[in-house]
Every structure is written in C-alpha cells, then in structure tokens.
Nanobody, 124 residues
Framework: QVQLVESGGGLVQAGGSLRLSCAVS????????MGWFRQAPGKEREFVAA????????VYADSVKGRFTISRDNAKNTVDLQMNSLKPEDTAVYYC?????????????????WGQGTQVTVSS
C-alpha cells in the first residue's frame, strides 16, 4: 500500500516562501501523476497543482498560478511544491495526493491515495 508523507509546512509572513515536500513509498511512483490540494477551515478541499508522470506537464489553480511551482523527482519518489509570494488566503492544510492514472487531473475524486497533510499559515 502506498504511503505519502508531507513535510515543510509552517508559519510565514505574507510575501514569504515555503517549500513543501511529499515522500511517496512504492516502486511505481513514476507511473502516476501527482497533485497538491489544500483545505482551509470551513471550506472544501480545493485543487492547487498537479504534475504528470514524467514531470513534463503541469497545471495550476488560477489562485496560485505564477506564485507556486510543482516539481517531482522520480528517482527519489518525491514531489515538491515551491510556494512564493504567499498570501494570508493561502493559509490551509496542504495535502499531497497520487492520481489514479499517469495524466493530470484536477478533481479530488481522480486521486486514490492521500497524505496526512501539513499546515501552512501565512500571517498578514
């Protein structure tokens, strides 16, 4: 059974940066697209970014486009989310997830494995 473990969350001032990392167990990591989602208090989980199996294709939510960058290292079984120019509205628990397939998906029902989440708090 695949396991996903996020790290890198924390407290940062508006305008600052954080880098989240997700370590994924299993030997088939490179077969699947990966994604990041987030959930703020009182809100539904929302899509943030996704990356194809090869890393050649990426997609971002409009709210983070130009500020966040998703990347992956198939040799290390990791997927990262570099977050720059953070805003208070980026405050949420961030989740790493594995897609059911190799191609990118932006809806949570397309993902079948999830990490436990890491808290990101951006102060104004």
């Amino acid at each position: 059974q695949v396991q996903l473990v996020e790290s890198g969350g924390g407290l940062v001032q508006a305008g600052g940066s954080l880098r989240l990392s997700c370590a994924v167990s299993g030997r088939t990591f490179s077969n699947y697209a990966m994604g990041w989602f987030r959930q703020a208090p009182g809100k539904e989980r929302e899509f943030v970014a996704a990356i194809s199996w090869s890393g050649g294709n990426t997609v971002y939510a409009d709210s983070v486009k130009g500020r966040f960058t998703i990347s992956r290292d198939n040799a290390k079984n990791t997927v990262d989310l570099q977050m720059n120019s953070l805003k208070p509205e980026d405050t949420a628990v961030y989740y790493c997830a594995r897609d059911r397939l190799a191609n990118i998906a932006t809806t949570s029902d397309e993902y079948d494995s999830w990490g436990q989440g890491t808290q990101v708090t951006v102060s104004s």
